[in-house]
């Protein structure tokens, strides 16, 4: 499929489990891909598949730091997700939001391009109003163990929307809820990377809290897919836009369909609740209704049957690559 005419892009985090989807599904369409990762939590293995590709590029490169090349429209995506991930060094963490947001807006600047932000529904923190609307402003702890990556994101959407006001920016923001699927890393500690790995190793699930906290999950092609669809909006579409699954669930009910579909036999076990942990979590997607014609396709039954073969092929040592 070919939706628009032959881009250079840019996709920084290209490496990781939604920038490695989302090169492919690029090349798929025609264009041009420079990769550009450090390699913190994505890897090697999550491209091999595509370095011959003739248009195809991988960069080692921190986006910390400046970076000087030529394209027309930038993903930025580096940036750990999984809590446990983005709290190995928060310090670092934060700097890649904030200082990787100044200098890929600075390339945008510079080159003309569109960029298009990986924000998250973490800007709402440990919401008051459900579901989230993008007009909710949020409820987060400035201080605690998740603001690095809460308040850094929260900080690159200012810069996004004030370097659109002061320099003219073509900016799109996309606000990404829970989302899931191959090519996720097993021992990443997500919910459901833990859940699967540990009902395929026959290891006990572990609920923190009373396992009461909801989130909704996304399939990882749903998602690239709204992310393609907000980059090709006209230059005054700007959001932020939630993208996500509004299907909500519990954790518990999520550890029970995944004992359910792995024909597992392990046990729950509860754990602390981590500080911080938002307690519920569900977008309103109205705005990517009307805006893209986009909602998700993929049940939650669906995309976890696909997610727990990727994982068994990669704990048996097969890991798939398309
Ligand atoms: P991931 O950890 O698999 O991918 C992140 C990628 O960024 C990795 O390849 C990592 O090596 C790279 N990276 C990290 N710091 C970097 C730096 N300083 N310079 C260059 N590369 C760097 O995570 P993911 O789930 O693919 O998330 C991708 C993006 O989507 C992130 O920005 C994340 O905040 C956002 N997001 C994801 C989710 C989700 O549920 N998966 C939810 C909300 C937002
Ligand atoms: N969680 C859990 N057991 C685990 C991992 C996570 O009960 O082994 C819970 C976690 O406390 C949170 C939810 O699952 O309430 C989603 O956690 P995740 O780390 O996937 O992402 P978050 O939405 O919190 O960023």
Redesign the pocket.
């Known amino acids: 499929m070919r939706m628009d005419p032959q881009k250079s892009v840019l996709v920084?985090?290209g490496?990781?489990?939604?920038?490695s989807f989302l090169c492919e599904q690029l090349l798929e369409r025609g264009h041009e891909v420079l990769c550009?990762?450090?390699?913190?939590?994505?890897g090697k293995r999550n491209i091999e598949h595509l370095l011959d590709h003739p248009r195809f590029e991988l960069m080692r490169?921190?986006?910390?730091f400046p970076l000087y090349v030529e394209v027309e429209q930038i993903f930025n995506?580096?940036?750990?997700?999984?809590p446990v991930?983005y709290q190995y060094n928060p310090a670092q963490t934060t700097k890649?939001s904030v200082h990787?947001a100044i200098n890929m807006l600075g390339l945008a600047k510079r080159t003309g391009a569109t960029i298009l932000q990986?924000?998250?529904?973490?800007v709402y923190g440990d919401p008051q109003v459900h579901p989230q609307r993008e007009d909710y402003w949020g409820h987060v702890n400035p201080i605690g163990p998740r603001a690095c990556y809460d308040e850094g994101?929260r900080c690159a959407e200012t810069l996004f929307f004030d370097y659109r006001r002061q320099h003219q920016l073509k900016i799109k923001v996309m606000r990404?809820?829970?989302?899931?699927g191959p090519r996720m890393?097993p021992d990443d500690g997500r919910v459901v990377s833990n859940f699967i790995t540990q009902a395929l190793r026959g290891q006990p699930i572990t609920l923190y809290g009373q396992g009461d906290q909801t989130r909704s999950f996304c399939y990882r092609d749903d998602l690239i897919e709204g992310c393609l669809r907000l980059m090709a909006t006209p230059d005054d579409v700007t959001g932020p836009v939630n993208i996500g699954n509004p299907q909500e669930t519990t954790i518990r009910a999520l550890a029970e369909l995944i004992l359910e579909l792995t024909g597992s036999a392990s046990p729950l076990v509860y754990r602390p609740l981590p500080q911080d942990d938002p307690m519920q979590r569900c977008p309103d997607i109205t705005l990517a209704r009307e805006l893209l014609g986009w909602e998700p396709t993929i049940e939650l039954k669906t995309g976890l049957m696909r997610t727990i073969e990727y994982f068994d092929a990669t704990l048996a040592g097969r890991a798939q690559q398309p």
């Open positions: 920084t985090g490496a990781g489990f939604l920038g550009v990762d450090n390699f913190f939590t994505g490169h921190d986006v910390t995506f580096a940036c750990p997700a999984s991930h890649t990787g990986a924000s998250t529904s973490e994101k990404i809820f829970n989302t899931y890393h």
